[in-house]
């Protein structure tokens, strides 16, 4: 099984921190939260893992070089220009051989969820025609927030980024489980898009063609300077839930 972890960003929101850190490689628990995700996706059974890279490059790969390579086969891949979540899933495509689902993660999410049940949902999806399955949670401002709406079967029938006028308060968690079909929505809608959106650019090509999921456990966007705090101080009592025998 195999993993796309998105690791790029700038991290503009955290700096003067992230202007010596990656955003990906800023600590939890005296952890960085790229390593907290390599556990996370070894634990539920990911065996790949492609890592995008652009601000401060060289330090995540000195990381990377230290992982074991027992656990998890790492591929990175150094972005001189940001391509986009959309654009790197495009730039390698390659990546994804044969018909396996594959999961799409951004790594500023600081997440305990059980990613095995995203991936067995997106299977059953898939034999009703889903590209790719979306972990929802329940937002307290929708308006901040891609805001999903869904039928009676869980399809995602439209899709929006920060809405004003919000129709639900089922917001994109980013994590997803996706079919290699959806490289060809990519292919089709990448043109004229640099860099190229998942969010704005290709979920809103395909609502009637994804499934969203409800998610339990913790999830927390470490984006911000408060949030990140929030994040150490939840992360030390939550910790207890990413044994393996709890995944």
């Avoid at 992230?18 to 070894?42: D, F, Q, R, S, Y």
């Avoid at 995203?118 to 790719?132: H, K, V």
């Amino acid at each position: 099984m195999k993993a796309f972890l998105l690791a790029a960003g700038l991290g503009t929101r955290l700096r003067p921190l992230t202007n010596h850190t990656p955003k990906c490689m800023v600590t939890i628990g005296e952890k960085p939260l790229l390593g907290i995700w390599l556990n996370h996706l070894a634990l539920c059974g990911i065996r790949e893992v492609l890592i995008n890279t652009h601000h401060l490059a060289d330090r995540v790969a000195d990381f990377l070089d230290s992982w074991p390579k027992d656990i998890l086969k790492i591929h990175p891949v150094h972005e001189p220009f940001l391509l986009g979540s959309a654009g790197t899933l495009l730039a390698n495509r390659d990546f994804i051989h044969g018909k396996e689902n594959f999961l799409i993660v951004y790594a500023d999410n600081l997440c305990n969820y059980r990613l095995s049940k995203l991936l067995q949902a997106q299977q059953a999806n898939r034999e009703r025609g889903a590209l790719l399955t979306m972990a929802l949670f329940k937002a307290s401002d929708p308006s901040s927030c891609g805001i999903a709406e869904l039928d009676a079967t869980g399809c995602i029938t439209g899709f929006e980024e920060k809405p004003e006028k919000p129709v639900s308060n089922l917001a994109n968690a980013g994590i997803y489980a996706a079919s290699p079909e959806i490289f060809t929505f990519l292919k089709a809608g990448s043109e004229g898009h640099q860099p190229y959106d998942i969010g704005q650019h290709l979920l809103p090509r395909i609502t009637g063609k994804m499934y969203g999921l409800p998610m339990e456990g913790y999830l927390r966007d470490i984006g911000t300077p408060e949030s990140l705090e929030i994040a150490r101080r939840e992360w030390r009592e939550l910790q207890p839930l990413l044994r393996p025998e709890t995944l």
